[in-house]
């Protein structure tokens, strides 16, 4: 494609936008929000869901296990990972936490290690805390042992 021609659509482009937009403002019709509300009010969030400190059953094999408390404050980054303070099997029995699988200390290729491998450091990548919320869609999901 030649300058010329990419420099022409590129122009006729940004017109029709612009016109699009003037078209919008012109036609005197409010900007409403999803939420119901004005873009600049605040909207009182109700709680959707609370944390169940029961520990939740496992919906099918393989299911990574919920967490039965609250992360929020957890520091998981690249530096740190406060879940490993209770979870690492150096911790877990003085803690009376669970011991984290053995998955979690293997390497890409296999290698026993003595420290958690770094594609697992991340626990909240598969790990969410369980709680008792209600569902956006409706789903006919069944657990194996329901079936």
Same mark, same amino acid.
């Given at each position: 494609?030649?300058?010329?021609?990419?420099?022409?659509?590129?122009? /006729?482009?940004?017109? %029709?936008?612009?016109?699009?937009? +003037?078209?919008?403002?012109?036609? &005197?019709? #409010?900007?409403? $929000?999803?939420?119901?509300?004005?873009v600049?009010?605040q909207?009182a969030v109700?709680?959707?869901?609370?944390?169940?400190e029961?520990?939740?059953?496992?919906?099918?094999?393989?299911?990574?296990?919920?967490?039965?408390?609250?992360?929020?404050?957890?520091?998981?980054?690249?530096? /740190?990972?406060?879940? %490993?303070?209770?979870h690492?099997? +150096?911790?877990a029995?003085?803690? &009376?936490? #669970?011991?984290? $699988?053995?998955?979690?200390?293997?390497?890409?290729?296999?290698?026993?290690?003595?420290?958690?491998?770094g594609?697992?450091?991340?626990?909240?990548?598969?790990?969410?805390?369980?709680?008792?919320?209600?569902?956006?869609?409706?789903?006919?999901?069944?657990?194996?042992?329901e079936?």
């Amino acid at each position: 494609m030649s300058k010329h021609v990419l420099t022409s659509t590129i122009a /006729a482009v940004t017109l %029709l936008a612009l016109a699009g937009l +003037a078209v919008a403002q012109s036609a &005197g019709i #409010p900007l409403q $929000s999803l939420r119901g509300a004005g873009v600049d009010e605040q909207v009182a969030v109700q709680d959707n869901f609370r944390l169940d400190e029961k520990r939740f059953v496992r919906s099918y094999r393989q299911q990574p296990p919920l967490v039965p408390h609250s992360i929020d404050q957890y520091q998981i980054d690249l530096s /740190a990972n406060q879940c %490993l303070g209770c979870h690492d099997w +150096a911790n877990a029995g003085n803690r &009376g936490a #669970p011991t984290l $699988s053995m998955t979690h200390y293997l390497d890409r290729d296999n290698n026993q290690l003595d420290r958690v491998s770094g594609t697992r450091w991340f626990c909240n990548q598969c790990h969410v805390p369980q709680a008792d919320a209600p569902e956006l869609i409706g789903n006919t999901f069944q657990s194996s042992s329901e079936r």
